[in-house]
């Protein structure tokens, strides 16, 4: 998760890379499968209908609730939530996928995208409008939890 392009002229920098920017660098660069970047979700807000609609007793509600209450905000960037719904769901109609170049990783966690030939890396770009993302997104996680057979 991370890769927020096209980029500027400036170096980019994330939060994931920057954690471990060797062990990052070394994953991307060498890694020989394929890599999707995943680095959307800075303007994708959810949180304030699972607060205003989430039952009591459904614990995804419960974490925004108490997250909020500490923060002292009523929405929060979707990042985490974007991975695991393009990990879930793939493109779908939510997304499409960059194709056109690669990531250049450096070792401090610095990263680029370089437009050129299809290679093994790839990004996400948005297929619809944030705010309809977000509403996708909340309504996954407002439905109540499967029960398991046993």
């Known amino acids: 998760m991370g890769g927020r392009w096209p980029n ?13 920017g060797a062990a990052a660098h070394r994953v991307i660069s060498d890694w020989p499968g394929k890599i999707m970047f995943t680095g959307l979700g800075r303007d994708v807000m959810t949180g304030a209908r699972l607060v205003a609609e989430g039952p009591k007793n459904n614990p995804v509600p419960a974490f925004y609730r108490n997250f909020f209450k500490g923060h002292k905000v009523s929405e929060r960037s979707s990042w985490d939530l974007i991975a695991v719904l393009y990990a879930v769901r793939g493109l779908s109609n939510y997304f499409t996928a960059v194709t056109d170049g690669k990531s250049i990783s450096q070792k401090d966690g610095g990263n680029t995208w370089i437009p050129g030939p299809t290679s ?6 948005y297929k619809m409008p944030q705010t309809a993302l977000a509403a996708v997104i909340e ?3 407002l439905r109540a939890p499967h029960k398991i057979a046993r």
């Open 139 to 141: 309504d996954l996680l």
């Open 8 to 20: 500027s002229p400036k170096k980019e920098g994330e939060y994931n890379f920057h954690m471990d």
């Open 120 to 125: 093994n890396h790839s990004y996400l770009a």
